[in-house]
Structures are given as structure tokens and as C-alpha cells.
T-cell receptor
Framework: QKEVEQDPGPLSVPEGAIVSLNCTYS??????FMWYRQYSRKGPELLMY????GNKEDGRFTAQVDKSSKYISLFIRDSQPSDSATYLC????????????FGQGTTLQVKP | KAGVTQTPRYLIKTRGQQVTLSCSPI?????VSWYQQTPGQGLQFLFE???????NKGNFPGRFSGRQFSNSRSEMNVSTLELGDSALYLC??????????????FGPGTRLTVT
């Protein structure tokens, strides 16, 4: 069983929809949670970075962490065709700062 | 501020050869981590360097090695290449290893093809 599980999709939505992306994890030691966006043939781009449980909002993006359920989410409001990419969740322990554990990534397509 | 740069961007090598990849972190960043990305396994952690010292290592064979220089630039080396080493190799840098800091920013990657 992988430490971090993420549905690979693909997920296809119409422009303007609210997108919900999720990851579950098994290791309760994880304290820091990230979402990256990766376009084809590019490196991952950091979207959201959160510590412990709670919500964080940045523009059209909202990240939620529920440590009791070992579940993290990324919501994208008013989705745009330019949001079409692979979204990767990642996490790390507080004492192991350099090592990120990634989910498999979810491929999102936003149709005009 | 310039982002993480990686050279070369593309490489084609033959089985049995060795290869060296280079990474220049964001100015001021002291930690550099390397990852391998493949369609089957996704993104997997190789190792991390901070102040020229390897701080963490992933589950890869000893053919994979790295180092960091005093200016924080890093190199990784893969010896005796195998077909399965074909992947996108990503470098990520972060400012420090202190708690509550350490967002990692990735470079564009080096795409290695082994034939």
C-alpha cells in the first residue's frame, strides 16, 4: 500500500465548474502538505503549502487538511482551460524536511 | 529572481554508460533535493543535500549518487545506466531546513532516455 493515494483520473469538467481534488495518506507523522501543478513536459509548480490541519485560500484555490481523517483536498473555483494539468499532492514529516512523498497525480481537463 | 535551473534539459545515453546532471538552486536556497519521475512510479525522492551534506536518501541503488558544492549547486550521477533509468529527473530547492519553512520549488527537469 502506498503512503499517499491519489485518484489519477482523468477528471474532465466544463469551464467555470468547481473542481475537487483529493488525497488520502496513511502516515500520521506527516505535518506539511502541498499541492503542485504540473503541465506536460514541465516541472511541478507549487500552488499551496499548509501546515497541520485547517484551510488555506489563495485566489481561486483552497486547500483543506483533515489530519484526523488523513485526508487533504484542493478546490479550484471558476475553473479555466488553463487549469488543465496534472495536480500532485505531496507531504512531509516535520523532522524530514527535504523528503516529499507524492501522490500519483490527478489529470484534470477543463473544457471551454 | 531566477528559478531553479537544470542542465542539460535532454539526454540520450546507452545502457552501461554513466551520466551527470546539474542543478542550480534559487539564489539563497541552501537545500537541494532530487526526484525521479516515471509514468509508472510517479515522483520518487532520490536524496537531499544541505550545506554540502547528504541529509536524506531515498530507496535507490548505489548507482545513484549526488553531491553539493559550496555555492549550493548540486549534481547527481547515475553509473552503469539501465533501461529503467529512463525518466524525468527533477531538482527542487528550498531556503532552509527549519521547521515551518522549506517550500520546495522545482526546476524544469532533465529528461534522460537510455537506449
Amino acid at each position: 500500500q502506498k503512503e499517499v493515494e491519489q485518484d489519477p483520473g482523468p477528471l474532465s469538467v466544463p469551464e467555470g465548474a468547481i473542481v475537487s481534488l483529493n488525497c488520502t495518506y496513511s502516515n500520521s507523522a506527516f505535518q506539511y502538505f502541498m499541492w503542485y501543478r504540473q503541465y506536460s513536459r514541465k516541472g511541478p509548480e507549487l500552488l499551496m503549502y499548509t501546515y497541520s490541519s485547517g484551510n488555506k485560500e489563495d485566489g481561486r484555490f483552497t486547500a483543506q487538511v483533515d489530519k484526523s481523517s488523513k485526508y487533504i483536498s484542493l478546490f479550484i473555483r471558476d475553473s479555466q482551460p488553463s487549469d488543465s494539468a496534472t495536480y500532485l499532492c505531496a507531504m512531509r514529516r516535520s523532522s524530514n524536511t527535504g523528503k516529499l512523498i507524492f501522490g500519483q497525480g490527478t489529470t484534470l481537463q477543463v473544457k471551454p | 529572481k531566477a528559478g531553479v535551473t537544470q542542465t542539460p534539459r535532454y539526454l540520450i545515453k546507452t545502457r552501461g554508460q554513466q551520466v551527470t546532471l546539474s542543478c542550480s538552486p534559487i539564489s539563497g536556497h541552501r537545500s537541494v533535493s532530487w526526484y525521479q519521475q516515471t509514468p509508472g512510479q510517479g515522483l520518487q525522492f532520490l536524496f537531499e543535500y544541505f550545506s554540502e551534506t547528504q541529509r536524506n536518501k531515498g530507496n535507490f541503488p548505489g548507482r545513484f549518487s549526488g553531491r553539493q558544492f559550496s555555492n549550493s549547486r548540486s549534481e547527481m550521477n547515475v553509473s552503469t545506466l539501465e533501461l529503467g533509468d529512463s525518466a524525468l529527473y527533477l531538482c527542487a530547492s528550498s531556503w532552509t531546513q527549519q521547521v515551518h519553512e522549506g517550500e520546495q520549488y522545482f526546476g524544469p527537469g532533465t529528461r534522460l532516455t537510455v537506449t
